[in-house]
């Protein structure tokens, strides 16, 4: 059977190599030149078009444990970064033209990769699709997958994401567990007093914003950045993510509350409800460490607004990234709800290593768990409730606990790492 994959980005690349490496014939179909999206530039596979770091190497960081993750895993654009690799400090920089450079010259040098510059509007049933098109895919294909693979309105244009904090950064003094108008505990509730909440909405108002791009702007009313309902009044947000209504804290109803919900089922990673933002990171940073009870919170991600494409992948797909309706298709990249250049590459890669090994075995294997990767996989295939896009963290390998923080991190690194290296171990043993 052949494995079709549409998209020549970074997940479309990982695939193929990881398929063609393993003597897999692959068709890489990308539209450019015929068809270039509103923010690709460049005729070749593999274009970079934000910035051109992908992140740093430490292993103290969520960033730096995925790459050495996906080094075990054989990544090759991992060897195309190294050749092109910038002064960055501990950052992995590229020089973007080199990369996409000789990302494509090894795309069309491959004797199991067929390089085809054409657009896929359609999918057929005879092979086997990997659908790895980025965040701004083909709006023919969207709506070919909306009638025939996905069944439905569940592909998103409007990216909405709060700031995910890290659960034991969180100072549990300045709040408590509840809910409005019921006994359970679902939400840490953040208090704020009076002068709490004008000192936070006076810098919320004056913090600096992110513009939103020329393609965004038909998508800004679909949903509100906090700091734009601060803006129609100091009291807006008193009546909205803020509202102590249904609360009481020491038998009286607070002057604000901000609301963190569980994003995991560990309960490692807290989502700051209602929070979706255009303030520069830095910005974010700074103000939303004005609420007490994050004065001295680590940020497992910042929050966004961009327009964007991606599926509910938790209702859509299984553990192996492939439809859970239709076999023949799987998803790997943005699309799939992660976010960052590593982590749309790892979900790639994870994807062709599976289908090369169901191909010659008649098997696929779930990712493992504690690790960066699998703890993407198992996210964004399993989340509870409403699904926003997410990236690599420390809130996916539980260690317990440990009181240094650099010490609990290196920890699980090691941890990270070691069950990676078993995996892979095991994914070779199964595939020879």
């Not at 057929?124 to 659908?131: A, E, F, G, L």
């Not at 599926?311 to 797909?317: A, G, K, Y």
């Not at 399993?382 to 991190?409: A, L, W, Y």
Request: net charge positive; proline share 3%; aromatic share 10%.
């Amino acid at each position: 059977m052949k494995v079709n994959i549409v998209g020549a980005g970074l997940a479309g690349i990982e695939a193929a190599f990881a398929l063609a490496n393993r003597g897999i014939k692959v068709n890489l179909f990308e539209m450019k030149p015929k068809k270039f999206s509103k923010v690709h530039k460049s005729e070749g596979a593999a274009e970079i078009v934000c910035s051109n770091s992908f992140g740093s190497t430490k292993l103290t960081t969520a960033s730096g444990v995925l790459k050495e993750e996906m080094r075990i895993l054989g990544s090759v654009l991992l060897k195309i970064a190294s050749l092109t690799r910038v002064e960055a400090g501990n950052a992995l920089a590229v020089d973007r033209k080199r990369f996409s450079d000789i990302a494509t010259k090894w795309v069309e040098k491959h004797p199991n990769i067929n390089l085809i510059r054409e657009r896929v509007t359609k999918l057929d049933n005879d092979s086997i699709w990997i659908v790895a098109c980025g965040p701004l895919c083909d709006s023919e294909l969207i709506d070919f997958l909306k009638e025939n693979v996905i069944k439905g309105d569940l592909l998103y244009f409007f990216d909405a994401i709060a700031p995910i904090v890290y659960s034991d950064s969180v100072d549990y003094s300045k709040g408590f567990w509840g809910s409005r108008y019921s006994d359970s505990k679902d939400y840490f509730n953040c208090v704020l007093t009076e002068d709490e909440y004008n000192k936070f909405y006076d810098e919320l108002i004056r913090a600096e914003k992110v513009e939103f791009k020329e393609f965004e702007k038909n998508y800004y009313e679909a949903c509100l950045p906090i700091e734009e309902l601060a803006e129609r009044g100091k009291q807006t947000l008193l009546f909205g993510p803020l509202k102590p209504v249904g609360l009481k804290f020491k038998g009286k109803t607070p002057f604000a509350v901000v609301q963190l919900r569980k994003e995991n089922k560990e309960g490692t990673l807290l989502g700051l409800v209602g929070f979706q933002t255009k303030l520069t990171y830095k910005e974010q940073k700074r103000v939303f460490r004005l609420i007490p009870a994050l004065r001295n919170a680590e940020f497992a991600k910042l929050g966004s607004l961009h327009r964007n494409t991606f599926i509910d992948s938790p209702r859509l797909l299984n553990v192996f990234l492939q439809s859970k309706d239709k076999p023949n298709v799987f998803f790997a990249g943005q699309i799939t709800g992660v976010e960052g250049y590593m982590a749309s590459a790892v979900t790639g890669l994870y994807v062709g290593m599976n289908i090369a090994l169901f191909l010659k075995k008649g098997k696929m294997m779930e990712p493992p768990k504690n690790t960066m990767f699998g703890g993407l996989i198992h996210y964004i295939t399993s989340k509870d409730g409403e699904f926003q896009p997410i990236s690599e963290n420390f809130g996916f390998i539980d260690v317990g606990k440990v009181k240094n923080k650099k010490i609990k991190r290196l920890t699980q690194a090691q941890v990270a790492i070691n069950n990676t290296k078993a995996w892979r171990e095991q994914y070779e043993s199964e595939l020879n």
